[in-house]
């Protein structure tokens, strides 16, 4: 087995909780390679420099993940300028609150394009490498949403559902080949996106009364299970689904 996961893709690494990944990553000493979206190039940057204060190696590669040309081109500059890549993190993602009934399609297709199909697109970019030096760590972040959801969510709730499905046939495939695949489903976590939950004192409140460590979550509550994931503490763990929400669903 490789000694120890050293150089780990995160997506969605400009802010929020890729951005918290990535920082938490570096401080356990992986290099990383940090992907966003070109119109995110300077918080991008930024997340970069943080991470380098840390020690490591760090690059940042723009890509939409939804788009399987630039994905593959974002894997192949990975490969080429960091020699390859043990861990793997699908953060990236977005949520476009409508309900069922007047939901646009375009709402539909694009949450799916980016939080499922992305997912799908970065896994098969990656495989090749990690099957041929017997050794992968894939952690996709899919949503309490994903298992429970809200109303305003169901295109968001569907794209999460999809992705730990999608995760649990993965490991099935690639457990021969020394690869781990699991799912981190965070709760209510402050961040940009987070905010259409918490903008409302009354709905922040509501979500803090119905969670067991009575708070909203910070970004950097969800590094320290990613890490795990992207570890050799995991080696025996795969196919798994695991809620990083205060304890949500306990109340
Ligand atoms: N915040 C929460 O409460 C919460 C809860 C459960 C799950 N999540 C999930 O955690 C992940 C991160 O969410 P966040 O709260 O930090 O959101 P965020 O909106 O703050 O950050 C998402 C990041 O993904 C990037 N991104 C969006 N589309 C992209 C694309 N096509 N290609 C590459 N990058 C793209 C954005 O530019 C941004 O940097 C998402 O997958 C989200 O669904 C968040």
Redesign the pocket.
């Known amino acids: 087995m490789t000694q120890n996961a050293r150089i780990a893709l995160v ?10 990944i990535a920082l938490g990553l570096a401080a356990r000493g992986f290099d990383l390679v940090l ?3 070109a ?2 190039a300077t ?2 940057d930024e997340t970069a420099a943080e991470a380098r204060a840390h020690g490591g190696r760090v690059i940042a590669l ?6 399987k040309a ?1 994905v593959q081109a974002m894997v192949a500059a990975s490969v080429a300028q960091m020699g390859t890549l043990h861990a793997v993190v ?6 476009r609150a409508s309900d069922v009934e007047h939901c646009p399609e375009e709402y539909w297709d694009r949450v799916m ?3 499922a199909k ?1 997912t799908f697109l970065v896994v098969q970019a990656v495989l090749p490498l990690m099957k041929a030096q017997n050794y992968g760590r894939i952690c996709n ?5 994903g298992k429970h959801g809200a109303p305003e969510q169901a295109h ?1 709730s569907a ?2 559902a999809a992705v730990m499905g999608f995760t649990r046939v993965l490991a099935q495939e690639v457990g021969p080949y020394g690869i781990t695949a699991n799912c ?15 903008d409302d004192p009354a709905i922040s409140n509501a979500w803090k009364a119905k969670t067991a460590m009575a708070r909203i ?1 910070d ?1 950097e509550d ?1 590094a320290g299970p990613v890490a795990f994931f992207c570890s050799n503490d995991s080696a025996f763990v795969t196919g798994q689904s695991l809620n990083v ?1 205060g304890g949500i669903v306990l109340s």
Request: hydrophobic letters at 40%.
């Open positions: 997506t969605g690494a400009s802010r929020g909780i890729g951005k918290a992907n966003d979206i119109a995110q918080p991008l723009h890509a939409d993940v939804s788009d630039q699908n953060n990236a993602g977005i949520l394009d980016i939080n992305g972040i899919a949503s309490i949403g968001y794209s999460k981190i489903c965070p709760g209510i976590i402050l961040t940009d996106m987070g905010r259409v939950n918490l979550g970004p969800v929400d």
